[in-house]
């Protein structure tokens, strides 16, 4: 088993930033993937980010160039870099774990105001 807890999520104005950190513990050994996912109101989760074990990052077209996955191997953590926010960025936001299994974080709310 893996489990997630997030932080850093908060209310921002429109063109402000956020950080959000994701830390891991458990059977942390067989992760592989570890990313964000967002769901908004009345809408259905998406992906927001991933980064694999070796680095290697993806991003939906909605935020690239101005969020940043990132991790931090000896702290088993995970972050998202959120610059440039607007109103659609609002959401709950999920860390996501991929090993033997998919495991989720119990989400941060983040807010953009106008």
């Known amino acids: 088993q893996v489990q997630l807890v997030e932080s850093g999520g908060g209310l921002v104005q429109a063109g402000g930033s956020l950080r959000l950190s994701c830390a891991a513990s458990g059977s942390i050994f067989s992760i592989n993937i570890m990313g964000w996912y967002r769901q908004a109101p009345g809408k259905q989760r998406e992906l927001v980010a991933t980064i694999t074990s070796g680095g290697s990052t993806n991003y939906a077209d909605s935020v690239k160039g101005r969020f940043t996955i990132s991790r931090e191997n000896a702290k088993n953590t995970v972050y998202l870099q959120m610059n440039s926010l607007n109103t659609e960025d609002t959401a709950v936001y999920y860390c996501?774990?991929?090993?033997?299994?998919?495991?989720w974080g119990q989400g941060t709310q983040v807010t953009v105001s106008s």
């Open positions: 996501a774990a991929k090993g033997q299994g998919w495991y």
